[in-house]
Antibody
Framework: QVQLVESGGGLVKPGGSLRLSCAVS????????MSWIRQAPGKGLEWVSN????????NYADSVKGRFTISRDNAKNSLYLQMNSLRAEDTAVYYC???????????????WGQGTLVTVSS | DIQMTQSPSSLSASVGDRVTITCRAS??????LNWYQQKPGKAPKLLIY???SLQSGVPSRFSGSGSGTDFTLTISSLQPEDFATYYC??????????FGQGTRLEIK
């Protein structure tokens, strides 16, 4: 069955760095775009970044551009998010999610991991 | 960026009630609209895609409608397991995806 398992979250000081990982199984990872989506405590969902299936193209929300880097290793069925210059407002649960495109109908996040909590605090 | 606004922000209802949640986009997004359900401490779950298509495995009491800027999610007869927070999400401006702020559905 499809599984996405995030890891790497934790407590970090402002200005610090953290690298999140998402291990995937149950589908052909290299066929799919992947995204990171975050949720601050008690708040709604915010799309953070995505990466094409081959890893050639990446996109970022303005709130993280220049500080976060998304990458993937298709041989290891893994997705990553390198987070630098972290701020208090980056505190959130970070989810990895599979993007599924429906011809002529846009795309969805059809499978999600359980999330990993990142806390930025001194 | 396309802004998504849900109403109401919270809603109290009883088991068996028919419930409707609305999502409005700041510009036309055709039918590029998805709905998710999230329970406390869990990841969101896809319910409806492309405004009205039911995701595999989702009960038929969930339905979606709309196009352009106005969309609705309807639960025809609330079940105990339906009490959760619901989010809409647009995929028109791929990849600058945006979500609504959420609608919390509580037991009356």
């Amino acid at each position: 069955q499809v599984q996405l398992v995030e890891s790497g979250g934790g407590l970090v000081k402002p200005g610090g760095s953290l690298r999140l990982s998402c291990a995937v199984s149950g589908f052909t990872f290299s066929d799919y775009y992947m995204s990171w989506i975050r949720q601050a405590p008690g708040k709604g969902l915010e799309w953070v970044s995505n990466i094409t299936s081959s890893g050639t193209f990446v996109n970022y929300a303005d709130s993280v551009k220049g500080r976060f880097t998304i990458s993937r290793d298709n041989a290891k069925n893994s997705l990553y998010l390198q987070m630098n210059s972290l701020r208090a407002e980056d505190t959130a649960v970070y989810y990895c999610a599979r993007e599924h495109f429906y011809y002529g109908s846009g795309s969805t996040f059809d499978w999600w991991g359980q999330g990993t909590l990142v806390t930025v605090s001194s | 960026d396309i802004q998504m606004t849900q109403s109401p922000s919270s809603l109290s209802a009883s088991v068996g009630d028919r419930v409707t949640i609305t999502c409005r986009a700041s510009q036309s997004i055709s039918r590029y609209l998805n709905w998710y359900q999230q329970k406390p401490g869990k990841a969101p779950k896809l319910l409806i895609y492309a405004a009205s298509s039911l995701q595999s495995g989702v009960p038929s009491r969930f339905s979606g409608s709309g196009s352009g800027t106005d969309f609705t999610l309807t639960i025809s007869s609330l079940q105990p397991e339906d009490f959760a927070t619901y989010y809409c999400q647009q995929s028109y401006s791929t990849p600058l995806y945006t979500f609504g702020q959420g609608t919390r559905l509580e037991i009356k």
